[in-house]
């Protein structure tokens, strides 16, 4: 079965410095994707950044990038240049590629973080 | 920016009674799920819909809840009767196809007494 697993549950990080957020996962399925979604206090799920399973690099968008380690099947999450608004839950999603068997998320338990000013 | 709309944002019910939440998804999107999330835990799937079929409820505990996406656009999840263990945070998503990106609505924060 589809598992991920973040082992951070709490993370501090003074603000303009880079952290990173660990996540990894489990599969047998040769065709995945990787989430990395943040929520803040308020609840709505904002989705940050995509890593596909045959993607050659990793994966950046602003601040954000995926650290892609496909043997060690591992996807980290690095925010460089920290920002206050950061602070927030951070979840590490994986989706099933099954065909006719959906597109659902399985998420890990998340990793909260706090930025310092 | 198109968005995924959900309401109520919150909803405090007692045990026994019946509840319903309702998605509207971003326009187009095909796909819509619905996930529960309980206090301190990742989201987790209860529903898919492909248009208007049901993909996936394989968690969806049908004693007491029901889904459906009647044509294919917005969509209702109920719950009759509640029970405490209900009380979670109840999220909608939305995707072009299958397998496209998720966005999610802001979800709706259900207390059950």
């Known amino acids: 079965a589809q598992k991920i697993t973040q082992t951070q549950p709490g993370m501090f990080v003074q603000e303009k410095e880079a952290v990173t957020l660990d996540c990894t996962y489990d599969?047998?399925?040769?065709?995945?994707?990787l989430f990395w979604y943040k929520q803040p206090s308020s609840g709505e799920m904002i989705f940050l950044i995509y890593?596909?399973?045959?993607?050659?690099q990793n994966a950046t968008e602003g601040r954000y990038s995926l650290n892609f380690q496909k043997a060690r099947k591992s996807a980290n999450l690095v925010i460089s240049a920290s920002q206050l608004g950061d602070s927030a839950m951070y979840f590490c999603a994986m989706r099933e590629t099954i065909y006719n068997q959906g597109g659902k998320l399985i998420f890990g338990q998340g990793t909260e973080l706090s930025v310092k000013p | 920016e198109a968005e995924v709309a959900q309401s109520p944002r919150y909803k405090i019910t007692e045990k026994s009674q019946a509840v319903a939440f309702w998605c509207d998804p971003i326009?187009?999107?095909?796909?819509l799920y619905w996930y529960r999330q309980i206090l301190g835990q990742g989201p987790e799937l209860l529903v898919q819909f492909q248009d208007e079929s049901v993909v996936d409820d394989s968690q969806l505990p049908k004693d007491r809840f029901s889904a459906e996406r009647l044509k294919g656009v917005d969509s209702t999840l109920k719950i009759q009767p509640a029970e405490l263990g209900d009380s979670a945070m109840y999220l909608c998503?939305?995707?072009?196809?299958?397998?496209?990106?998720?966005?999610f609505g802001p979800g709706t924060r259900l207390t059950v007494t």
């Open positions: 998503a939305s995707s072009f196809g299958q397998f496209g990106e998720q966005y």
């Open positions: 890593q596909g399973s045959y993607d050659q």
């Open positions: 599969t047998s399925d040769p065709s995945y994707g």
């Open positions: 326009s187009g999107h095909a796909t």
